[in-house]
């Protein structure tokens, strides 16, 4: 069965230092992924996405992923955090047949002055 | 460009009381519609999806229902709400053929008491 595994509920980091969110997923076909963000009481907004196109996808923020087949493994990374940046993360696969979404569990990003 | 609108923003109910929550989106034709429930610090679930006017699949057996009496309107109801109702609710859509980019709605914050 396909699923997403966020490897970290909490990641803290200071500002302007590296983000690293995790995301490690279980497809036996070549999976669509994205990653989500969420900032408290809001809907949902797309990062970036990967559709089998080029490995490394550079989405919007300064936020960019690599999706590493042989690791099985799709991180979102950031240079230099901010602090508008604190939000709730979300790893995403979509089925290929039905284009259903299935949602990691989140990572919670705190950015700390 | 193509919008997608849910009211209300927060809804208080009383268990046992009924709900309707409404989510319609402008710019597009014959877009597939979901729901998704998201509990308190967990992921999202979806709970309906829709590939046209009174076409919905549930994904979940549950206390809650879905209608789509219009192309572009979407709604989630209940006869008698819950406890365990309670949550963030979020509409989605996708262009008609389910393949390309979910893009969320603002969400509703339900809580029933």
């Known amino acids: 069965a396909q699923s997403v595994t966020q490897l970290d509920s909490h990641v803290s980091v200071s500002e302007g230092t590296p983000v690293l969110l995790r995301c490690n997923y279980s497809?036996?076909?070549?999976?669509?992924l994205f990653w989500y963000v969420q900032h408290p009481n809001k809907g949902l907004q797309l990062l970036l996405k990967?559709?089998?196109?080029?490995?490394l996808v550079k989405g919007i923020n300064g936020f960019e992923a690599e999706f590493k087949k042989s690791e099985t493994s799709f991180h979102l990374t950031k240079p230099s955090a901010h602090m508008s940046d604190a939000a709730e993360y979300f790893c995403v696969y979509r089925s290929g047949n039905t284009g259903k979404l299935i949602f990691g569990q989140g990572t919670t990003l705190q950015v700390k002055p | 460009s193509q919008t997608i609108h849910q009211w209300p923003a927060t809804l208080v109910q009383p268990v046992g009381s009924p709900l309707s929550l409404e989510c319609t989106v402008e710019g597009t034709s014959n877009p597939n519609l979901y729901w998704y429930r998201q509990a308190a610090g967990r992921g999202l679930q979806l709970l309906f999806y829709?590939?046209?006017?009174?076409?919905i699949s549930s994904e979940v057996p549950q206390n809650l229902s879905a209608s789509r009496p219009q192309d572009r309107q979407f709604i989630l109801s209940s006869k008698k709400l819950l406890l365990s109702d309670s949550g963030f609710y979020l509409c989605?859509?996708?262009?008609?053929?389910?393949?390309?980019?979910?893009?969320f709605g603002a969400g509703t914050r339900l809580s029933v008491l």
């Open positions: 829709s590939i046209g006017i009174d076409q």
């Open positions: 990967y559709t089998s196109a080029a490995t």
């Open positions: 989605a859509w996708s262009d008609w053929d389910g393949k390309n980019i979910q893009y």
């Open positions: 497809s036996s076909y070549s999976p669509s």
